[in-house]
């Protein structure tokens, strides 16, 4: 089974940068898509990025504009996303995501493991 655990959220002024972690676990992540979500109060969840951890493929939402990168450490089994430019909209509780299949879907329904969140606020 598939664990996931996010780290590196909190607070931070508008215009700075966070970098979240999401360490997996329970299967080999070289068959994975990872995917990091959003979701703000009162908002349905969000996707923001996806990556493929055999070729590294990625996608954004178009809403991030550029700001936001995902990556992978393949020695750690770990996926980040690194933040930067932040804007008080960004504030939600973010969430890593991941599929077997490898699909880099925008949907939520494509991921079947999930964690726990990680919030982060931005203030302004």
């Known amino acids: 089974q598939v664990q996931l655990v996010e780290s590196g959220g909190g607070l931070v002024q508008a215009g700075g940068s966070l970098r979240l972690s999401c360490a997996g676990s329970g299967v080999t992540s070289s068959g994975l898509a990872m995917a990091w979500f959003r979701q703000a109060p009162g908002k349905e969840r969000e996707f923001v990025a996806a990556i493929n951890w055999r070729y590294g493929s990625t996608v954004y939402a178009d809403s991030i504009e550029g700001r936001f990168t995902i990556a992978r450490d393949n020695a750690k089994n770990t996926v980040y996303l690194q933040m930067n430019s932040l804007k008080p909209e960004d504030t939600a509780v973010y969430y890593c995501?991941?599929?077997?299949?490898?699909?880099?879907?925008?949907?939520?329904?494509?991921?079947?493991?999930w964690g726990q969140g990680t919030q982060v606020t931005v203030s302004s």
């Open positions: 995501a991941a599929n077997r299949a490898g699909a880099l879907g925008t949907t939520a329904r494509v991921y079947g493991y």
